[in-house]
């Protein structure tokens, strides 16, 4: 049993911020067994090693819920619209996971960044190639990170040596979820990459393997950019919109997650919502390929569910506090500035709930120990903004504006 103290900051049950000053969580087998103040617990639990956390604040981890590790390469490429950059850029380096060992470097390098960011689980695509979703999965297995992801599948509209087939993506990754799913921290995510880049037949392939296994999840990207949409409405006639692709193949489904959903018709909105399908807000990706901008406040007044992700190499960083202040300029820029609860919220416990995972991100008895300890003293400037902000809150909204790695002082992955 190990003792953590320090400012405790989690999510109450009506969304508002829970806070616990000079408070200690107890943590053993990767789960928060216990909180309370420290006489209690030391009492309870004589044996524990305390480690004190001062005035800095222990929260939840991060979740970011939509980051391609194989973009961490090609991160800041410059000039291009998405379907110029995946071609220019994107796609060439994927092409190289087809060797295990780069994959391998790539992924123990992906992580180590997300530890220093403070990001302790993700929804992560991986490429084509069933060895980079293996690599993955084994540093994250080995690490003790919490983590969807899945090959990509892709069969037309890419280049030969990243291309599949209906049968081979079906196959390839029904031996993965076999190989990973449910181990440990483990979850597998059906990845059709987007619509352009999968046949009608690849996508109706995907959804019989999600009924086969219907606990895994599935990732793709959906409505991002302008010429995107409009390819995919000569790609499928017949579907109603872009989500309506997704929908007659039989992917739409509550364990759905739809990277960017920028510039949704009302009917694709709706539909959405009505099964409660994951939106994925990617706002430093969607800022720096100029994409549009995503309607946060408005999607979360329609009842939308909304996680926050990075989109590294699209977006440019790995830091969920950056995203956090770019979600925040986003939202300004398209009419509603949001609030500081649903920021956090989308960067974690509500990430988290998006994904299916209910006992992520916050800090609550049960829990899985995922936790960072955030100390604005590291820098001068928001030392001074939080030592005059009059609430809990508006020192937290200071933070994600001003905050980076730096104040990101420990991060814990399943207590360790
Ligand atoms: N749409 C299809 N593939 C991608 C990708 O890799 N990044 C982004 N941002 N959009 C995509
Ligand atoms: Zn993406």
Redesign the pocket.
């Known amino acids: 049993m190990k003792l953590l103290q320090g400012h405790l900051v989690g999510f109450a049950d009506d969304g508002n911020f829970f806070e616990h000053r000079r408070g200690v969580l107890a943590v053993a087998d990767g789960r928060i067994q216990d909180m309370g103040e420290l006489a209690e617990l030391r009492a309870r639990y004589p044996d524990a090693v305390l480690t004190d956390h001062g005035d800095a604040w222990i929260m939840p981890g991060f979740v970011d819920a939509?980051v391609?590790y194989p973009q961490l390469g090609v991160i800041a490429s410059h000039g291009r619209e998405l379907l110029e950059w995946l071609t220019d850029y994107t796609f060439p380096e994927e092409a190289r996971f087809a060797d295990a060992d780069y994959a391998e470097a790539q992924a123990e390098a992906f992580w180590d960044e997300l530890v220093r960011n403070g990001t302790t689980s993700a929804a992560v695509?991986s490429t084509v190639h069933a060895c980079s979703a293996d690599a993955l999965f084994r540093s994250a297995h080995r690490r003790g990170h919490r983590v969807m992801t899945g090959k990509v599948m892709m069969d037309r509209h890419c280049p030969a040596d990243l291309a599949d087939t209906a049968q081979s993506a079906y196959d390839d990754s029904e031996a993965l979820i076999r190989r990973w799913h449910g181990q440990g921290r483990l979850d597998y995510a059906l990845t059709p990459r987007f619509a352009p880049t999968s046949s009608p037949a690849q996508l109706v392939a995907c959804a019989a393997l999600w009924d086969a296994y219907p606990d895994v999840a599935m990732q793709t990207?959906l409505s991002e950019n302008k010429d995107e949409i409009a390819w995919v409405g000569r790609l499928f006639p017949d579907a109603p919109d872009y989500l309506g692709v997704y929908e007659n193949a039989g992917l739409l489904r509550p364990r759905s997650l739809f990277?960017?959903a920028i510039h949704l018709l009302p009917r694709e909105r709706d539909a959405a919502r009505a099964v409660g399908a994951g939106l994925v807000h990617?706002p430093t990706?969607n800022l720096f390929l100029g994409s549009g901008l995503f309607e946060f406040q408005q999607l979360l007044d329609a009842g939308q569910r909304i996680a926050l992700a990075t989109?590294v190499g699209?977006g440019t960083s790995f830091s969920m506090l950056a995203t956090m202040k770019a979600a925040y300029q986003v939202s300004a820029m398209a009419g509603r500035a949001l609030e500081i609860e649903p920021l956090w919220y989308s960067a974690t416990l509500g990430a988290a709930r998006a994904l299916g995972w209910n006992q992520v991100a916050n800090i609550e008895v049960g829990f899985e120990a995922d936790l960072i300890v955030i100390d604005p003293a590291q820098t001068q400037v928001l030392n001074q903004r939080v030592r005059r902000a009059s609430s809990l809150r508006e020192a937290l909204f200071a933070t994600a504006i001003l905050g980076d790695d730096r104040h990101v002082v420990r991060t814990y992955v399943a207590g360790a």
């Open positions: 939509h391609h695509f990207h990277g960017h990617c990706s989109d699209g």
